[in-house]
């Protein structure tokens, strides 16, 4: 099928050679990089109706000014898809307001990262059916098999993928926890400074361990119940550096955990790993 994609960044770009590979015919506009237009009134010239324009820009302001642009472009039929990561609030309201211009709005949460195009994006689709099933044979070129579905009406994709990504915040503290720990095995062997405020440690002889992380990571991530892609990525950071020296302690956070809390104390759900995860990285950046 015919499709137009707007932002060529890390994802963008892998989701444009994935669809090319299959078959696509993907035409492009970024004003940062080479692109098949040289704006989005010429980028919807280059596709025949009803055209189909997937934006992969970031969250917020942009997504809102390209949304908008594009609503001034396009015509009856046409549908506009949103695969950043916006507010499913946003996207209920943009398909409404793209209803009245009879346009469609679908919202696509995209999970796959750096190596979506080699493995495949994960596709979690919200929206009206009939603009959904036209771009079916797109969203299985993109996915790995299984890795789509539609999950609800306008507002649901991105609103399981909020979900997904405060998820991924609890599962990367997780890890961060857990290798702390490890790493700090050796405590009984180090020379401690009596403090009356902190207790001693009773039985030095019990962490004696100095614990390779880097080949625990790796261990871990062959055969292990644990084992995942973020996994995987914490191994790849500690064969780099394995103690973390290129990395500073601060992670910031997109919208996502802080949505997915909101959204458990809206329905009175306990989120308590989601949000002290969340916090956790509020602390890092000096906040606590």
């Known amino acids: 099928m015919q499709l137009g994609m707007v932002g060529l960044g890390r994802m963008g770009a892998g989701m444009t050679e994935r669809l090319r590979r299959a078959g696509h015919d993907v035409k492009t ?4 990089v080479e692109s098949t237009a040289g704006s989005l009134a010429e980028l919807a010239q280059q596709l025949d109706p009803p055209r189909h324009v997937w934006m992969m820009v970031p969250a917020g302001e942009v997504t809102e000014s390209t949304f908008r642009e594009l609503v001034g472009i396009l015509e009856a039929g046409d549908a506009i898809v949103d695969g950043g990561n916006s507010n499913f609030r946003d996207s209920q309201r943009r398909a409404a307001e793209a209803g009245e211009r009879s346009l469609f709005f679908l919202d696509v949460g ?7 195009l080699q493995e495949g994006f994960a596709l979690m689709a919200g929206g009206e059916a009939e603009p959904v099933g036209r771009l079916v044979s797109a969203f299985e070129a993109l996915a790995p098999e299984g890795g789509f579905a539609h999950v609800g009406p306008s507002g649901a994709g991105h609103f399981v993928k909020m979900v997904h990504n405060g998820i ?31 207790a001693p440690l009773d039985h030095p002889e019990h962490y004696q361990y100095e614990l390779d992380i880097p080949e625990v990571t790796e261990l871990w991530r062959r055969g292990s119940v644990i084992g995942s892609w973020l996994l995987d990525l914490t191994a ?3 064969q780099e ?10 992670v910031s956070d997109s919208g996502e955990g802080r949505w997915t809390s909101i959204a458990a104390i809206e329905e009175g ?18 906040l606590d």
């Open 269 to 286: 759900v306990p989120a308590p790993v989601l949000s002290m995860a969340l916090y956790s990285r509020f602390a890092s950046r000096g």
């Open 241 to 250: 550096s394995p103690d973390l020296s290129d990395y500073e302690g601060r």
């Open 29 to 32: 506009y970024d004003p940062n």
């Open 236 to 238: 790849q950071a500690l």
């Open 168 to 198: 991924e915040y609890g599962v990367m503290a997780a890890y961060a926890e857990g290798l702390n720990i490890l790493r700090n095995a050796d405590v009984g062997s180090t020379e401690r400074e009596a403090d009356a405020e902190t």
């Open 110 to 116: 995209v999970s796959g990262g750096i190596w979506g």
